[in-house]
């Protein structure tokens, strides 16, 4: 392609065009065709330890000797799967202001306390700004290696030359290799800058954090492609206006997936939650109707989070009003036309809405109950049972399927003081778990096959 050609560059997926179109043939986005002045360099080979395209025997490769290398804050090990492993490239997004630069340095600098050798790599802030940083979180005396640069050729000579282990780069957006042409942050900067350094992170056995922008409608800004070409995802969740942060990760070559980190942003920083259930539950109203709590399964940790559910009269006109927020809206229209066709409930001309507190967002079906039990409480007036939680799937007939892991989810709530669990029945028929070691106190297991059974049960 010769200097200065003018391509398409489609925005969700990175599909290139010689002309504009309305839809992009990739994905199937509409206008999402952008217009990009590239000048692609001819590759000057790889720079790998063998011959290109030479296979090696797999007994042959060596084993790392250490596998992973720990960050020193367990709850960002706990979701990168139990440390950084060598040679890895982690992508790190969230929303302006929610804490991704000041839990990267954090780590950083936890990592440099341990005798490793951390570059940070800054292109939105000056040598200054990150030092008043490093003061404000008690670490003025760190050896840290920081760079204000945002030419990727300079970057990679310092790598080169100074060897690090770990690379923050902040953020991938301006970061740009100026022989393309085009401004930092455009689709083809963005995916070749990452393209290199994956090679470099392979080659050089880096392990590489780039913080990525998000767009308006919460996910990462440039190409879809770049989450594929990265090992590990990470999101930064929270509300700005709130203290705790959620770290969950949406992909990992080495480890859990959707496993999730919980911090608390204080004067000096990011804080871990040791105990997120309490955090969840620590303002919880009591003997309060549409409020429920539900142990729900994050990964590899159990937590318990509050549903809170509203029933009102529409008084508007039009259709009623149905609002949710940490929950899928499809999955709550279900649970309420259950509710109606399965248990009586006029529901058909109340607004109905739906919350879990804490800014959590629940993925798994293990929710329904607690959902429908939010907002039969809410309709009818009338609070739960005290100290009372459920967990159970709602089938469109009515009908409570079982949920997997109930046992951690029980020992959960026996540990946060609950004394009664609204749960399947075939849970405690296939399971046999009349009786759960390891628990501090009883717990009572009520089993229910249907909605309007479980309704009967749990409010007073």
């Not at 600098?109 to 404000?136: F, H, P, W």
Request: hydrophobic content about 40%.
């Amino acid at each position: 392609m010769g200097r200065g050609k003018i391509v398409y560059v489609c925005s969700e997926c990175g599909y290139e065009a010689r002309k504009w179109m309305g839809r992009c043939p990739g994905c199937g986005g509409w206008t999402t065709m952008v217009e990009e002045r590239i000048n692609r360099a001819v590759p000057s080979g790889t720079t790998g330890s063998r011959p290109p395209g030479e296979p090696a025997s797999l007994n042959e490769v060596e084993p790392h000797a250490a596998m992973r290398l720990p960050t020193n804050i367990a709850e960002l090990d706990r979701v990168l799967g139990g440390g950084i492993v060598p040679g890895t490239v982690i992508l790190v997004g969230g929303d302006p202001g929610i804490g991704k630069s000041t839990l990267l340095l954090q780590a950083a600098i936890r990592l440099v306390s341990a005798g490793c050798n951390v570059l940070y790599v800054t292109g939105e802030e000056s040598l200054q700004q990150i030092k008043m940083r490093a003061d404000r979180l008690c670490s003025s005396g760190t050896t840290l290696l920081v760079l204000a640069e945002t030419e990727y050729d300079r970057i990679a000579t310092v790598i080169a030359k100074y060897n690090p282990r770990v690379v923050i780069i902040d953020s991938i957006q301006t970061v740009m290799k100026s022989e393309l042409g085009s401004v930092p942050g455009s689709v083809v900067q963005i995916r070749e800058v990452t393209a290199s350094l994956v090679q470099l992170a392979k080659t050089r056995e880096v392990s590489f954090f780039i913080v990525g922008h998000v767009t308006k409608e919460g996910t990462l800004a440039g190409p879809r492609l770049l989450e594929h070409m990265v090992d590990c995802v990470l999101y930064f969740e929270g509300d700005r206006y709130q203290s705790f942060r959620i770290l969950r990760g949406v992909k990992n070559r080495f480890g859990a997936t959707n496993e999730i980190g919980i911090f608390s942003m204080g004067q000096s920083g990011l804080d871990e939650v040791q105990n997120p259930s309490a955090l969840f539950m620590n303002q919880r109203p009591l003997n309060m109707a549409g409020s429920t709590v539900v142990p729900i399964i994050e990964g590899t940790r159990p937590l318990l989070v509050e549903i809170q559910g509203l029933v009102t009269p529409s008084y508007f006109g039009g259709a009623p009003r149905r609002t949710t927020t940490g929950l899928d809206y499809n999955r709550v229209a279900i649970i309420i036309a259950v509710l109606e066709k399965r248990t009586g409930l006029q529901l058909s001309n109340c607004d109905i809405f739906v919350n879990v507190v804490g800014g959590v967002k629940i993925m798994e079906p293990a929710a329904d109950l607690g959902v429908g039990l939010s907002i039969a409480s809410s309709f009818k007036d009338r609070p739960l049972l005290k100290q009372m939680m459920m967990v159970g799937e709602i089938g469109l007939t009515g009908e409570i399927r079982p949920v997997n892991r109930i046992e951690e989810r029980l020992k959960e709530g026996a540990k946060m003081g609950f004394s009664c669990c609204l749960l399947p029945q075939g849970n405690i028929c296939g399971n046999n778990i009349s009786h759960i070691k390891g628990l501090e106190k009883d717990l009572k297991l009520k089993g229910v096959s249907t909605l309007a059974e479980a309704i009967e049960l749990a409010i007073a």
